[in-house]
């Protein structure tokens, strides 16, 4: 997916996008059954670094929210924030999904919860520009009270889908970023917050 803070990008994200990149047999960048794994992943991940159930979910860039009704099979009482700064998806699953209409900017003027166990935000971090990357890494390490799942390409990385992004940055650059706003990498594009980084060895936080 993507997300953007700029003000075309409530048009732009439309429901031909959404067919095309979610939908189409072709294009689509996973299959349900890749997009089952991949929440599993996350979320014994979470529950491996908590120590108990994961509680509440924040999905930024959710676009149509297709996180939501993954983890509400896996944990029906699980609560979910979707943000996203497509008007389409908001208007068509928001009060189903529980998505608000924004950006990763925009988190502190959003009604949601100071932390959570989970911030994901996957397909959308390459789409930021160096200032919007910067300001949104701090309000997702702020929200994050277990773990950030990240999914970050950098300079030199294979991958498919929409890529109508700007150049990626080396990996150090993003490495400074997320240090910088206290995240800290436990593997796998997962990050716990640096207030919690005796929750892990120190065999994961010296690198």
Known sequence: MRDSTDTGAGARYD??????????????VKSPIELLRQVRFVIHTAEWVLGRPVRSVLDVGAGEGNW???????????????????????ARYGARRGLH????????ALP?????????????????????????????AARTGGVAYLEIFAKGDAFEGDTDWPSPQPAAWYKRVLRRAGLLPI???????????DRIARMERDW
């Open 15 to 28: 429901r031909a996008y959404f067919d095309k990149w979610y939908r189409h047999p072709r294009h689509r």
């Open 112 to 140: 949601l919860r100071d932390t959570y166990d989970v911030v994901v935000c996957c397909g959308m971090l390459n789409y930021l520009n160096v200032a919007q990357f910067t300001h949104g890494m701090a309000q997702v």
């Open 187 to 197: 593997g796998m594009q997962c990050y716990v917050a640096k207030a919690e980084q």
């Open 68 to 90: 939501q009704p993954v983890l509400k099979k896996l944990l029906p009482r699980v609560k979910y924030d979707g943000v996203d700064p497509s008007t389409y998806a908001i």
């Open 101 to 108: 209409l924004g950006g990763i900017e925009q988190l502190n």
